[in-house]
């Protein structure tokens, strides 16, 4: 079994700042990426940014310069600081990540429940 708890969405104003805390914890062997994709209503999830083990990253463009990412490996941690928040960053986070476990050659693909996100104006 595998699992990602999140931690860190709530309520704040536009200009202000949350921090996501993602953490996988389970029968896990190594994990390749790790990441945040969103969900507003109505729409498509969306990647809003990846981080690989050897620390390479991708960023949604509209997130560029107010979003970082960053990872811990030794404790399967993976966090999103966003900074200069936008009534249009609202959503559901959720975190993602790709984990080979123990006694297996296959790499899954794994999600957090989502952590809601609410920007106001």
């Known amino acids: 079994q595998v699992q990602l708890v999140e931690s860190g969405g709530g309520l704040v104003q536009a200009g202000g700042s949350l921090r996501l805390s993602c953490t996988a914890s389970?029968?896990?062997?190594?994990?390749?990426?790790m990441g945040w994709h969103r969900q507003a209503p109505g729409k498509q999830r969306e990647l809003v940014a990846r981080?690989?083990?050897?620390?390479?990253?991708d960023f949604l463009d509209s997130v560029k310069g107010r979003f970082t990412i960053s990872r811990d490996n030794a404790k399967n941690t993976v966090f999103l600081q966003m900074n200069s928040l936008k009534p249009e960053d609202t959503a559901v986070y959720y975190c993602?990540?790709?984990?080979?476990?123990?006694?297996?050659?296959?790499?899954?693909?794994?999600w957090g429940q989502g952590t809601q996100v609410t920007v106001s104006s």
């Open positions: 389970g029968s896990i062997f190594s994990i390749n990426a």
């Open positions: 981080i690989y083990s050897g620390g390479s990253t």
């Open positions: 993602h990540a790709e984990i080979r476990r123990f006694h297996s050659d296959y790499t899954g693909s794994y």
